[in-house]
């Protein structure tokens, strides 16, 4: 006989990325250069003075992590909230650390949902980040994905969920600026959707670790104290993984409804996800500080604007909006589907991601993530001009 494992693991299809990752080792062992855009991970240097204060931080003894974190680390992450959201909140009760936006979307879905209840519905909007449902099926929900449209700028209308979906819905999860399409939510989706989540008392979960990624208007929060005191039924999941290229040291914060986050302060040291003290110490400095965000957002900007000018010459459309560094690829006519179009520019040893990847919708898009350099950007602008 064999043990009676969790469906889930047994069962479950390869994370799509992985596949990509495996499919670029593989040509490269054969000698070819391999232009990579295909996975959501930064290889900008993480900025010098960051590292600096990562070895200056680690300890001759080593000691378990508080689940709260630091109070440096809280008070900076307060006063980033401030300068960037005019948002002011208290860092005893406000702020909850995480190892990065992954592990808290993932992990927050076990102690918010109860698989019991007849009230464990989890709504997503697609295509959208795998990470919330994978995390919600675990959890014991039940995801119920709802198609974003292109004619709406792949903004949800929270006019159109209804009634009778919200009052079985547990979360909402909500995430502007968007993976993959890159659009941006104005200030009046996140209000009706907040008032939805107090009106039907479900959590409003807004992943918003790309709002310092923008090349226009700054991305605002789901975080409005005007209209939710308190922030009550809210979480916003912020990260210094793209802002920071930071993504190995798995550093983030939630913020938001103060009873919502001491649920999960009680539940995190159950699963031993505290953030080591050295990497509080490297996230403090990170969030103290706008100007390396600024020159990152800078250079995502530069290699933007390369593509962008390809595709205005080649008449091919990017159907996503000012935001994040990824550009949502329409598949230019006669190329069929996203993962034929997809293999098809390997071919020209240039990775992307197929729409179909990350969720319904996906289908007629590829998803091309803007992490090469400037010369690997032009290279592979040469290598597409005769596609």
């Known amino acids: ?10 069962q479950a299809q390869e994370y799509p990325f992985a596949r990509l990752v495996e499919i670029r080792q593989r040509r490269e062992r054969e000698g070819r250069k391999v232009l990579d855009f295909s996975v959501g991970d930064p290889r900008e240097p993480t900025p010098a003075f960051l590292r600096e204060v990562l070895k200056r931080s680690i300890p001759e003894v080593s000691s378990y992590p508080t689940v709260k974190g630091s109070r440096e680390l809280r008070e900076s992450i307060a006063g980033y909230l401030l300068r960037r959201f005019r948002l002011r909140v208290d860092p005893e009760c406000h702020i909850l650390p995480v190892n990065g936006t992954k592990e808290g979307i993932f992990t927050s879905q076990l102690a918010l949902i109860d698989p019991k209840s007849t009230r464990r519905t989890v709504i997503t ?39 009778e979906l919200l009052r079985r819905t547990q979360i909402v999860w909500l995430n502007y600026p968007h993976n993959p399409t890159g659009a941006e939510a104005a200030p009046e989706i996140f209000e009706r959707f907040a008032t939805l989540a107090r009106e039907h008392d479900f959590v409003l979960c807004s992943d918003e670790c790309y709002s310092d990624l923008f090349f226009d208007r700054p991305p605002p929060s789901v975080l ?57 110490a490297m996230a403090t400095a990170a969030w103290n500080d706008d100007a390396h965000a600024v020159e990152m957002a800078a250079r995502y900007r530069r290699r933007r604007d390369i593509f962008l000018d390809l595709f205005h010459r080649k008449g091919w459309r990017h ?46 898009h590829v998803r091309l993530a803007l992490i090469a350099t400037e010369d690997e950007c032009a290279e592979a602008v040469r290598r597409l001009e005769h596609l």
């Open 1 to 10: 006989m064999s043990p009676h494992l969790n469906p889930l693991a047994t």
């Open 125 to 163: 909007f697609e295509p959208s980040y795998p990470v919330y449902a994978r995390g919600a099926e675990y959890a014991g929900g039940i995801v119920h994905p709802i198609a974003l449209r292109a004619e709406d700028m792949f903004r949800p209308d929270a006019a159109t969920v209804p009634a």
């Open 224 to 280: 409005v104290p005007e209209l939710a005191p308190d922030f009550k039924n809210l979480l916003a999941f912020h990260s210094c993984s793209k802002r920071s290229a930071m993504t190995g040291y798995r550093s983030g914060f939630i913020a938001g409804d103060p009873g919502l986050l001491e649920v999960l302060a009680r539940f995190r040291p159950s699963v031993g996800v505290a953030t080591p003290s050295f990497v509080q």
């Open 319 to 364: 159907d996503g909006g000012n935001a994040t560094f990824f550009l949502w690829w329409r598949v230019p006519e006669g190329f069929g589907h996203s993962a034929r179009f997809a293999e098809r520019l390997l071919d020209l040893d240039i990775l992307v991601a197929p729409g179909s990847f990350i969720g319904v919708g996906g289908e007629s």
